[in-house]
């Protein structure tokens, strides 16, 4: 019982800090076979569509102002696609399969960047 | 057994109190995101990203109509597209006045004024010149001196005649380009559109240039960094609030090299070249996000001290500016006081009146 109102308390603090952590800037894609790749988001004119051979898939990373996501993965359990975008500092998807992974970083709380 | 009831006691009174205190955070956190709600959205237009964020009551159709409005501007205002009231302007060149659309019309004028003020540093006929160039194809060559010479001299706003919601290029050699505008006007539209939903609070960038309404929620000011000229990363930040546009030229944006020269895309209508007045890039804060774009891109051509006399004909209209030379001075107008922060220490900040 008391455990179980721990957990919720934890579960509680976890969404808490998930609500406040800021977007972040830079997406840094990590392949065990393609090495680590960096994107500045806030600067990005277009959208990024990263091919990239993984040790036993191969997937697409769309790297977007908005964030990250795996697009495309010939892998059959497609878990990586199910996590979505990810745009807050902080945050990673993967795909185990090609030995891939995103993460965006360096959230400072910025709203524009002017250029 | 006694010390088993109190360890019961003392669990329960655990368990109230680990929920009673997750139902605080959840309470809080319900609140900050309440706060926090907005609307984010990010579209394409004018050949650049449209990234807003709106908070408050009708914040989606806001940005959904502010997004649409931006599209509608381009398609008024861009010479590429056929039909636009610049690309009428240019077919009918040498004939007679047309009527175009007064959200035209007052860029046009407002381009005209700056052309004046600031002795051609800046033109809204810069179309011969522009397109001799071409950043946007990307051709990457310097084109024939002799074409620029002919191409620089078809360059001359007073050519341009406006007239009660109407227009005509006096001959056919001339032509308008404004994209140079396009993007702080998109800003002014979707801040002209969040200010008619009655939304108060919100931020728009469309490529570079940011229009920004209100402050964010708790009272706290918009976060606008300054890109660093050199590489990735920024120069500095702005903390803004109220209705302001930013708009930045600089020469590490559109550019090629060629024998290690570099040709940006700030073209001085003067000489027909890439301006070079000793400045990496020039952030101009102004009440209008057409007169910031237009500013910023005559200060840059201009250099520090033209720049800064241009700046001080528009009295309060324009709210500061920040001048980077290409050896890493960060010249910052005093009217911005503490809002502009320095943050990359590659950079020597001095503060200039104004």
């Given at each position: 019982?008391?455990?179980?109102?721990?957990?919720?308390?934890?579960?509680?603090?976890?969404?808490?800090?998930?609500?406040?952590?800021?977007?972040?800037?830079?997406?840094?894609?990590?392949?065990?076979?393609?090495?680590?790749?960096?994107?500045?988001?806030?600067?990005?004119?277009?959208?990024?569509?990263?091919?990239?051979?993984?040790?036993?898939?191969?997937?697409?990373?769309?790297?977007?102002?908005?964030?990250?996501?795996?697009?495309?993965?010939?892998?059959?359990?497609?878990?990586?696609?199910?996590?979505?975008?990810?745009?807050?500092?902080?945050?990673?998807?993967?795909?185990?399969?090609?030995?891939?992974?995103?993460?965006?970083?360096?959230?400072?709380?910025?709203?524009?960047?002017?250029? | 057994?006694?010390?088993?009831?109190?360890?019961?006691?003392?669990a329960k009174r655990l368990t109230l109190f680990f929920l009673s205190l997750a139902m605080l955070l959840l309470l809080l956190g319900g609140y900050l995101s309440m706060a926090n709600n907005r609307?984010?959205?990010?579209?394409?237009?004018?050949?650049?990203?449209?990234?807003?964020?709106?908070?408050?009551?009708?914040?989606?159709?806001?940005?959904?109509?502010?997004?649409?409005?931006?599209?509608?501007?381009?398609?008024?205002?861009?010479?590429?597209?056929?039909?636009?009231?610049?690309?009428?302007?240019?077919?009918?060149?040498?004939?007679?006045?047309?009527?175009?659309?007064?959200?035209?019309?007052?860029?046009?004028?407002?381009?005209?004024?700056?052309?004046?003020?600031?002795?051609?540093?800046?033109?809204?006929?810069?179309?011969?010149?522009?397109?001799?160039?071409?950043?946007?194809?990307?051709?990457?060559?310097?084109?024939?001196?002799?074409?620029?010479?002919?191409?620089?001299?078809?360059?001359?706003?007073?050519?341009?005649?406006?007239?009660?919601?109407?227009?005509?290029?006096?001959?056919?050699?001339?032509?308008?380009?404004?994209?140079?505008?396009?993007?702080?006007?998109?800003?002014?539209?979707?801040?002209?559109?969040?200010?008619?939903?009655?939304?108060?609070?919100?931020?728009?960038?469309?490529?570079?240039?940011?229009?920004?309404?209100?402050?964010?929620?708790?009272?706290?000011?918009?976060?606008?960094?300054?890109?660093?000229?050199?590489?990735?990363?920024?120069?500095?930040?702005?903390?803004?609030?109220?209705?302001?546009?930013?708009?930045?030229?600089?020469?590490?944006?559109?550019y090629f090299e060629v024998d290690g020269v570099r040709y940006h895309h700030l073209l001085d209508p003067a000489t027909g070249y890439p301006a070079d007045s000793g400045l990496s890039s020039v952030?101009?804060?102004?009440?209008?996000?057409?007169?910031?774009?237009?500013?910023?891109?005559?200060?840059?051509?201009?250099?520090?001290?033209?720049?800064?006399?241009?700046?001080?004909?528009?009295?309060?209209?324009?709210?500061?500016?920040?001048?980077?030379?290409?050896?890493?001075?960060?010249?910052?107008?005093?009217?911005?006081?503490?809002?502009?922060?320095?943050?990359?220490?590659?950079?020597?900040?001095?503060?200039?009146?104004?």
């Open positions: 019982m008391c455990i179980a109102a721990g957990l919720v308390f934890l579960a509680a603090a976890g969404w808490l800090l998930l609500q406040t952590r800021p977007a972040g800037t830079t997406v840094v894609v990590t392949g065990e076979l393609a090495g680590e790749q960096t994107f500045q988001i806030e600067t990005m004119d277009e959208p990024v569509r990263l091919s990239i051979a993984g040790k036993d898939a191969d997937v697409v990373v769309e790297i977007t102002r908005e964030g990250a996501a795996f697009v495309e993965a010939d892998c059959p359990d497609q878990t990586c696609k199910k996590s979505g975008r990810i745009r807050r500092a902080g945050e990673t998807a993967v795909c185990l399969p090609a030995r891939v992974s995103i993460r965006v970083e360096g959230g400072v709380g910025l709203d524009a960047v002017t250029h | 057994m006694k010390k088993g009831t109190m360890t019961e006691a003392r609307c984010e959205v990010t579209t394409y237009a004018m050949g650049s990203f449209v990234q807003q964020k709106v908070y408050g009551r009708g914040r989606e159709n806001a940005a959904q109509k502010a997004a649409n409005e931006i599209v509608l501007l381009e398609e008024q205002i861009s010479w590429r597209v056929e039909g636009s009231d610049i690309a009428k302007l240019n077919d009918t060149a040498g004939t007679v006045f047309q009527e175009i659309s007064p959200r035209t019309y007052d860029l046009l004028a407002m381009g005209k004024t700056v052309n004046a003020r600031s002795g051609g540093a800046f033109a809204v006929t810069i179309a011969p010149l522009s397109r001799l160039w071409d950043f946007d194809e990307a051709k990457n060559w310097v084109p024939d001196a002799a074409l620029i010479a002919e191409s620089r001299a078809q360059v001359d706003d007073e050519m341009l005649l406006l007239d009660n919601g109407t227009a005509v290029l006096k001959t056919r050699s001339h032509a308008i380009d404004i994209g140079g505008i396009g993007k702080g006007a998109a800003c002014e539209a979707a801040v002209t559109v969040y200010e008619e939903a009655g939304i108060t609070r919100a931020i728009v960038a469309v490529g570079g240039s940011v229009g920004v309404l209100g402050e964010k929620p708790f009272g706290s000011p918009w976060q606008v960094a300054v890109q660093c000229p050199e590489g990735s990363g920024n120069v500095g930040e702005l903390s803004l609030s109220g209705t302001v546009y930013v708009s930045t030229s600089g020469d590490y944006e559109k952030t101009v804060l102004a009440d209008a996000g057409g007169l910031s774009d237009a500013l910023a891109t005559a200060c840059f051509v201009l250099g520090f001290e033209e720049g800064k006399a241009l700046l001080a004909q528009y009295g309060d209209a324009v709210q500061g500016a920040i001048f980077i030379s290409k050896d890493n001075q960060v010249l910052v107008s005093a009217s911005l006081g503490d809002r502009f922060v320095l943050t990359d220490d590659a950079y020597t900040q001095t503060v200039y009146e104004g």
